[in-house]
């Protein structure tokens, strides 16, 4: 079946260490995003990508960095100046930026220890 | 830029009754796209329905519906005969349909804070 797989759903860190956050798509999207949320909040954009080899920054990219070397994957590295890290992470695509609904993951929780 | 309220942070029903919850937006764009999101204990984000600007009409999708007043700039979910399994968040979301994708406001979904709906037996 078509969807967004993001792995792994529940990871534990230490501070001061990076983690990457995996997604990957087969739903031949274009555009895909990543989002965290908060207990009681939103979802706020970290960064998306429109297409491959290319991202841009969202609202609260920093202390994040994610790479697009393949349409069908967009991870995330969370990196040690992510002040506050620990929060539940969505990733998303839709077929082309602008244009419909976001079809969403299952989600990564993180947590610093 | 845009924002997108929802004044209810928890709302609850009773089994098969009808509960409505209210979402509002400020924007001065004229086309765009509303989504109502659900988001169960599993926590992955479920599309529940779509409204475009332009279509009068209001969108359904079995027992949901929605409520769209354009010129008052509310979009409020209605849930029909409601049921156990309808008990999660539900977030209300804001998308612009005609901004350039090079500028700000094409880049993403705009989120409310979200209402949680508990459905009591």
């Known amino acids: 079946d078509g969807g967004i797989t993001q792995s792994p759903k529940y990871l534990f860190r230490k501070e001061g260490q990076n983690v990457t956050l995996s997604c990957e798509q087969n739903?031949?999207?274009?555009?895909m995003y990543w989002y965290r949320q908060d207990p009681g909040q939103g979802l706020r954009l970290i960064y998306y990508?429109?297409?491959?080899?290319?991202?841009q920054k969202g609202d609260i990219a920093e202390g994040y960095s994610v790479s697009r070397e393949k349409k069908e994957s967009f991870p995330l590295t969370v990196t040690s100046a992510q002040k506050n890290p620990t929060a539940f992470y969505l990733c998303?695509?839709?077929?082309?930026?602008?244009?419909?609904?976001?079809?969403f993951g299952e989600g990564s929780r993180l947590t610093v220890l | 830029a845009q924002t997108v309220t929802q004044s209810q942070p928890e709302m609850s029903v009773q089994e098969a009754e009808t509960v409505t919850l209210s979402c509002t937006y400020d924007?001065?764009?004229?086309?765009?796209?509303l989504f109502w999101y659900k988001q169960p204990p599993s926590r992955q984000m479920i599309l529940v329905i779509r409204?475009?600007?332009?279509?009068?009409q209001n969108a359904t999708e079995n027992r949901f519906s929605v409520n769209f007043q354009k010129a008052a700039k509310s979009f409020s979910l209605k849930i029909s005969d409601s049921q156990l399994g309808d008990a999660a968040m539900y977030f209300c979301?804001?998308?612009?349909?005609?901004?350039?994708?090079?500028?700000?406001?094409?880049?993403?979904?705009?989120f409310g804070s979200g209402t949680q709906l508990t459905v009591l037996p």
């Open positions: 998303a695509s839709s077929i082309r930026q602008n244009t419909g609904e976001l079809f």
């Open positions: 739903l031949n999207h274009d555009a």
């Open positions: 990508s429109q297409i491959v080899n290319d991202f």
């Open positions: 924007t001065s764009e004229s086309d765009y796209y």
């Open positions: 409204q475009e600007a332009y279509k009068q």
């Open positions: 979301a804001y998308r612009s349909r005609t901004a350039k994708i090079s500028s700000g406001s094409a880049r993403q979904l705009t």
